[in-house]
């Protein structure tokens, strides 16, 4: 590890803690030269894959564009921010656990369609008239008609 303040290339480490709900490690560092303190962080990097769209063009995973879409269709919704986060964090856990170099964006799409039908049905059909881009009302009307079945069927299993 290179010094912040005289380049010099060694050190030793003076203490090491876990940290950021246990996904890091915290490390005091002296600098063997100076004798000046610093602090680095290590954590595993996360490998998410290329998202392939439906003109086949690749872009990378960005978990911004998940949460920010989530937010629109969940705007005055009784939906926690941390709600949200949880649900993405889900999401992206999903396809990491998947280990492949490329998915379908509609994948990724579907997932957040699903997640947002168990936060709030307002939410998912807002999101799903954006995402499915209905070519009329009667196509609307269809996914409204699948969410209240599902939302029967789940209720007559309670």
């Known amino acids: 590890?290179?010094?912040?303040?005289?380049?010099?290339?060694?050190?030793k480490v003076v203490d090491s803690r876990t940290s950021k709900n246990g996904l890091a490690v915290r490390r005091r560092r002296e600098c063997l030269q100076c004798g000046k303190r610093f602090t680095t962080y290590e954590q595993v990097e996360d490998i998410l894959p290329m998202l392939v769209k439906k003109d086949n063009r690749r872009e990378p995973?960005?978990?911004?564009k998940i949460v920010s879409g989530m937010r629109k269709a969940c705007e005055k919704r009784p939906v926690s921010t941390e709600q949200l986060e949880q649900a993405v964090d889900e999401i992206e856990k999903i396809i990491q656990n998947r280990m492949e170099k490329e998915i379908p964006a509609s994948e990724v799409g579907d997932l957040v369609m699903r997640k947002l039908a168990e936060l709030d049905d307002v939410a998912y059909v807002r999101f799903a008239s954006v995402y499915r881009q209905f070519k009329d009302i009667n196509a609307f009307m269809e996914e409204v008609k699948t969410l209240l079945a599902s939302q029967t069927s789940l209720d007559k299993g309670k």
Do not use: G
């Open 61 to 64: 995973f960005d978990r911004f």
């Open 1 to 11: 590890m290179k010094c912040p303040f005289c380049s010099f290339q060694e050190d």
